[in-house]
């Protein structure tokens, strides 16, 4: 079943503007990297990368939260199930990971219809060859095959 924002789930405009007015959310922002040395940095810890299935501009599963993680995943029509996945996905269709740089990455796995990264910022459609990454950053969408779609988000770190 789609999931879709109700006007009992959106703030109203005078909800937000009391809240942004009484101060919420408003905390100090913790530090993204430290440095044991000077001019040393460390890269700071990356987030939770989140794949949040769409189809015909409706949500229609819970995100599923991958851990950053040279290693990463396998997804495909065995990996991840039910919800959103259709026929033209692959048994293991893609390998995503994170390095140790925090940057997201995905490459396909010789799939049958291919995986394709569309820019969030551009729209510019990347089509992952095998054996080669493309990059994932939060506003991206992720295709699998012809018809299944995720959107690309990140999570909240450890806090």
């Given at each position: 079943m789609p999931f879709a924002l109700t006007p009992a789930l959106v703030p109203s405009r005078a909800s937000r503007r009391a809240h942004a007015t009484r101060g919420g959310d408003t905390s100090t922002p913790r530090s993204l990297s430290t440095s044991s040395v000077a001019g040393e940095h460390e890269v700071a810890p990356a987030h939770p990368l989140?794949?949040?299935?769409?189809?015909?501009?409706?949500?229609?599963?819970?995100?599923?939260?991958?851990?950053?993680?040279?290693?990463?995943?396998?997804i495909g029509a065995l990996a991840t199930g039910e919800g959103g996945i259709t026929d033209d996905v692959s048994a293991r269709h893609a390998h995503i990971w994170c390095d140790a740089q925090n940057i997201w990455h995905v490459e396909d796995l010789s799939s049958t219809n291919g995986t394709v990264v569309v820019n969030g910022a551009t729209n510019v459609c990347i089509q992952v060859e095998p054996g080669r990454s493309a990059q994932l950053n939060p506003g991206d969408e992720l295709r699998l095959g012809e018809s299944t779609t995720y959107a690309i988000l990140l999570g909240v770190g450890a806090l």
């Open positions: 989140g794949l949040l299935c769409v189809q015909n501009g409706y949500v229609v599963s819970v995100p599923r939260w991958i851990q950053p993680s040279e290693e990463g995943v396998e």
